[in-house]
């Protein structure tokens, strides 16, 4: 990397390798190593770093942790690159959408490392401490560059999305403040856009433009929590009105919430497991839902904001361990109750550095289980 510009680089890891692979590329740079978060954060204010290539999970905190005392208490903004190692088909993806420069999948080649830090040493990568996001779906590059201007003169971080999907998945990692989408350009997943809107922790404003005149389709989406819907061609004019509006409509999860017991989502196979997991939380006053699986789980969780996650670890395809890290590679800090007759050490490590707080072995002291819960809660 002797091409590119030198920059203070501070490197927050506990990976040996990684630091070593790190150090090697980035010879030419000036380079410091911090192995916890705290001393990261420290770092930060000393060194002041404009590149900071952060490991998923440090011994006292994860990135997201980090990120947020960083931003709340550093006069400096440094970019962020994330590295992981988890679920490396999807991190990518995931990732992308997070108020983070980048993401890279740790690699055993430094040919491979290398090629993947070089794209992130420019400067136009969005810094730690980013605007607001919105996410917008438009069925024409015109309107994408109208949608962009209108949204950056506004200070918005925006991220687009060329297809519905890619606007499910933006919106359930960044909970962004807007989502502007063309009907046209979204026939089909409108509907499933808006739920998952809806869902976040604070419900995303959301602005509709259509060519459409179709009444009965309008009734429908403002009934399901379209703020506005503007009608094309929308003037520069109109789009402003329309997003400072909006988001003085904007309402936090618990003023629209119809069921106000604490919702727990329990993910467990067996069958009269989970019949006897839900019978006590409900005599607790909880409100449960079961998943059978990993994958029903990840269906679930951006259709209702839920309190906690009551998890088992040996479930039928995708395990409780790599369900819980893409729960919180989506961002989510959700607390989870492990309650597993798995007795990996491995796994139980790891389930440290993924922020749960109460394991309990099969079968289960429920009075201790209800203990934590309420305690979490």
Not at 38 to 57: G, K, V, W, Y
Not at 144 to 162: D, H, M, S
Not at 203 to 231: F, N, P, T, Y
Not at 360 to 373: G, H, L
């Amino acid at each position: 990397m002797n091409d590119l510009n030198n920059k203070r680089v501070l490197i927050a890891a506990h990976d040996r390798r990684l630091i070593g692979n790190l150090q090697n590329i980035l010879a030419s740079q000036a380079v410091e190593i911090a192995s916890s978060g705290s001393m990261c954060l420290s770092m930060i204010d000393e060194f002041q770093p404009e590149l900071l290539l952060l490991q998923m999970f440090l011994s006292d905190m994860d990135a997201f942790d980090l990120l947020t005392k960083a931003s709340e208490r550093c006069s400096c903004t440094p970019q962020v690159v994330l590295f992981t190692s988890a679920h490396p088909g999807e991190a990518a993806t995931q990732f992308a959408a997070l108020h983070i420069a980048g993401t890279i999948l740790k690699s055993e080649s430094l040919e491979t490392l290398r090629q993947q830090l070089q794209p992130y040493f420019d400067n136009a990568l969005p810094p730690l401490a980013a605007s607001g996001a919105a996410v917008y779906i438009a069925d024409s590059s015109a309107k994408a560059e109208q949608y962009t201007r209108i949204l950056e003169t506004n200070g918005y971080q925006v991220f687009p999305a060329e297809t519905p999907e890619t606007a499910t998945g933006l919106i359930q990692q960044l909970a962004p403040e807007l989502v502007l989408f063309d009907t046209e350009a979204c026939l089909g997943q409108i509907f499933p856009i808006l739920r998952i809107s809806r869902a976040l922790p604070v419900q995303a404003g959301l602005i509709a433009i259509s060519q459409l005149e179709d009444s009965r389709l309008h009734k429908r989406m403002l009934e399901s929590g379209v703020h506005c819907i503007l009608h094309e061609p929308a003037s520069d004019a109109e789009l402003q009105e329309a997003i400072h509006s909006v988001l003085s409509l904007r309402k936090p999860l618990d003023e629209k919430a119809e069921d106000p017991q604490p919702a727990i989502l329990v993910v467990e196979d067996a069958p009269d497991a989970a019949r006897a997991l839900e019978l006590l939380l409900r005599e607790h006053g909880y409100g449960v839902t079961i998943a059978k699986t990993a994958e029903d789980a990840m269906a679930l969780l951006p259709t209702k904001a839920f309190n906690l996650l009551l998890l088992d670890l040996l479930l039928p395809g995708m395990g409780g361990v790599e369900l819980l890290a893409r729960v919180r590679h989506s961002g989510s800090r959700i607390p989870c109750v492990v309650v597993t007759g798995s007795r990996d050490v491995k796994d139980r490590r790891l389930l440290g550095d993924l922020g749960v707080q109460a394991i309990f072995d099969k079968p289960a002291d429920y009075e201790r289980v209800t203990s934590a819960i309420g305690a979490l809660l």
